[in-house]
């Protein structure tokens, strides 16, 4: 018996805890398997090709159908949370986020985090945290690399502060970090199979696309989505505190909130069948259980891709908003510095691949 | 940039948009894995023994445990759903449908349909559609064959009519319709691993049996369930348009409640082991969360099979209710023509395998 | 047509149809998959890293990740619920419960039980039911031997009283009765991964660990994970029936309260990889949706195995609570006969193996 003991729960790591250049191995590695892939489709009812069908994916030159891109996501943020986010009060940004080879059902992945960046409240009562993550296979090869800052508290308001070191990001990722799955051949591309017969070349800078359909959220939902990604940030699971909280209910992991958007996105953006990297990404206003999500997309750029005569890269806007269809497009002359419409609960900038 | 921009949102197809002989392939093929299974479990309960068992399907001489008939169905149903029932009032019927060729984990199965009738109503704002629709797996081969009609907005009431069209379908699937699985042996058939010790001789003609258990329906379960299958009919996911709407409520999808009344009827009929045909199905009234669903069956056929001595099939009709148990075999003496019970919401008159 | 029929419905075993030394081979043998695995994990957000990841099991001397203890318990049992517990009033308690070779995804395991005890009620319309159940492999080998007692309904109170016959059960299951994994080895051991630094010498005897979080239960999520498991007790499923009952709710089975304070308790237990034994069991109150569930964990004893250096067992006893953070160890010094608080649900007395 030890004269000691060593406190054995982890009360989730305060402002205070985080020092810059530190490496944090996180716990739980995870394999993705097509019990993973089943669930993420029952709970966001994604429709996306690729990942639906292994016949499809070798029709492209895939070898199987690949997870699909926010699962992986998810399943790498998930592992961060325990020791980046656990005392957040809010996740306020994503950036420069490239995916790197595709996950495949079977492979086991990890993550590393690096920090990048801090920033102490002037208020003294917490501080944000930059973050770069690292996701990888079994074999070490990067399957997702993103920076994140998140606000966490500080333990005690009367630590000293530390010198404020905010690290420059990319406005966007550039193509030069975009990497193209192996292999890709688009000489069987099946257009019926996709869902939309729609390329590359007919997609239009300044297009706008309603997604038209919506999903209402539930609380078994959001919660075993984010239960599968193994995220256990409190705020999601606990009606018993939340209900003395700031909003008096469970709110819902943004994550969740980003794969609905992209499952509606599926009608006008079908051809879309893969995200190459997340530029940004806000969450406006939050999310809870009752609520229904529309989305509607805006073409932003047009991405000519090296040596690829037969692929394009468009470059989206994809805003969610809760009880609010989206015939209007709402948000989308939104100036910075503006209030935020409380309709609107996601901006995301990413960017897809497409046939030509 | 394009001149003319294509329109990329999907509003579905209207009455006019149909056209007698139209072959429609449909979108987003799937792969079908042990995830789908396990979730098709959690969601419905089903206890039948040959799905649920590698060794017990081994047992009678398959070469692992098939995919559950109605998974299969649903995963079918909802290729379809996009181009066909987007803009369905109501799903009015099934006919012929004949299961084919097993499906096993790992198959990838996709759809096509033809458009066999139409029917413009004589209130000039819709019409009934009927498509014939065919699953096949990746060796194309036939999983599932057949006929439903819906009935469908027209997108304008003034748009000329046209000539009517009803095909005709049989009262029932034939006998020579009938796929059995290859290579079915029942030399090691187990009862009690079963669960039931009834072989097809115990069941007799206008024989009923009252399934006893009920299960409560949540919003959750059956959007997953929904979703799942890729099935993105309006009506089942959107509470923000349906709360203005017919019912005030999310309509839950049929196929949700033929997969309870079939999980419930294990009790009583743990031995109809293997769905042959749906000779017809009839969702009498919606069913919303909350409601409790049972079900009861009645043996209506016992049906010789050529050359089979160790099998035989039964041609059953389950009704299922909502908030009413079944042991008064409620629906049971229903009149064509007679008013429905409220409590009635399915009449499904399929024809299933049973050991002799 | 038969000129008997034979009743088909099963309306479960009440106390008069139990006779001691009887054996009951359970129905529903069940193929394993990662689809349960999955579904698991989005259920009750377990995050031990064992079950989760092929790379870690691998790591410590495993061929790949095995089927979570629990998942495996509540597979077992699922299967004994339709001869045993159909009818019960309630489940009493658990003893005795040793868990034998691993399983992986693709076993499939089935449940056979002896009648071991039987003892009237004094009032005449009841009885305790002991049952010993095995759970076993493909292979014939046992994953699971357990006892539990229920207290199950006579069908007549007039019906003549049996002798009693109590088993005798040990307090704990028997260092002897330990089964450890083949080919453990700790030499690539990473508690990085694993989720925690301690080690078997670094949990004190009398030491109480408050595992922080808490967990709120929905509807959907207890009865699709005990549909999972194909236990079909009404008591969880049927509001109709049971907004008439005892409390006018379905009731939580209470497995899925075992799963989410075992889930929860990784948060100070993480290194406790895995559950050798289950020493005994009582749900102390009843659960229902809306209730949110914590817990917290005693050392009882730390245990030294035969022959290994490398390993330990710690007995534990765990503690789930509803709406009540376990900061001050709820129930911790609760006196044999003394009153419960409405606040504890759970008491888990059980055994887990760590590394020294």
């Given at each position: 018996m030890q004269e000691t003991k060593l406190e054995k729960t982890n009360r989730g790591n305060y402002f205070e805890d985080f020092q810059l250049g530190q490496e944090i191995i996180h716990a739980v590695p995870r394999t993705i398997t097509s019990g993973d892939v089943a669930l993420y489709i029952g709970l966001?009812?994604?429709?996306?090709a690729v990942p639906s069908a292994d016949t499809l994916a070798q029709s492209i030159g895939l070898r199987q159908a690949p997870i699909d891109d926010l699962l992986l996501f998810h399943l790498v943020f998930g592992r961060t949370v325990a020791d980046i986010?656990?005392?957040?009060?809010?996740?306020l940004g994503y950036a420069n986020c490239k995916f790197g080879v595709l996950a495949f059902p079977g492979d086991t992945i990890s993550a590393r985090s690096t920090v990048i960046g801090l920033k102490e409240n002037s208020n003294g009562e917490s501080g944000v945290v930059y973050v770069h993550s690292v996701g990888r296979n079994q074999r070490q090869e990067v399957v997702l690399d993103y920076v994140r800052w998140v606000m966490v508290r500080k333990r005690d308001k009367a630590s000293p502060s530390v010198a404020a070191h905010v690290p420059s990001l990319p406005e966007s990722v550039v193509v030069a970090d975009f990497q193209l799955p192996a292999g890709?051949?688009?000489?069987?591309?099946?257009a019926a199979l996709v869902g939309?017969?729609?390329?590359?070349?007919d997609y239009a800078v300044g297009e706008q696309i309603d997604h038209v359909d919506g999903m209402t959220l539930e609380e078994s939902d959001h919660m075993t989505a984010t239960r599968l990604y193994q995220n256990n940030a409190k705020v999601h699971f606990n009606q018993h505190s939340e209900g003395q909280g700031r909003f008096g209910r469970r709110l819902i992991y943004g994550g969740h909130i980003i794969s609905l958007a992209r499952a509606l996105s599926f009608?006008?953006?079908?051809?879309?069948?893969?995200?190459?990297?997340?530029?940004g990404g806000r969450h406006l206003n939050p999310s809870f259980a009752g609520d229904t999500i529309y989305a509607w997309s805006e073409v932003i750029e047009r991405i000519d891709l090296p040596e690829r005569r037969d692929l394009g890269a468009l470059r989206l806007k994809t805003r969610a908003t809760k009880d609010h269809p989206c015939a209007d497009f709402?948000?989308?002359?939104?100036?910075?510095?503006a209030s935020i419409p409380a309709a609107l609960v996601l901006e995301l900038d990413y960017t897809v691949l497409v046939k030509r």
């Open positions: 966001t009812g994604s429709r996306f986010s656990l005392n957040a009060i809010a996740n890709l051949d688009f000489t069987r591309y099946d939309q017969p729609h390329l590359w070349d009608n006008g953006l079908a051809p879309a069948f893969k995200i190459l990297a997340i530029n709402p948000g989308g002359n939104l100036q910075s510095g």
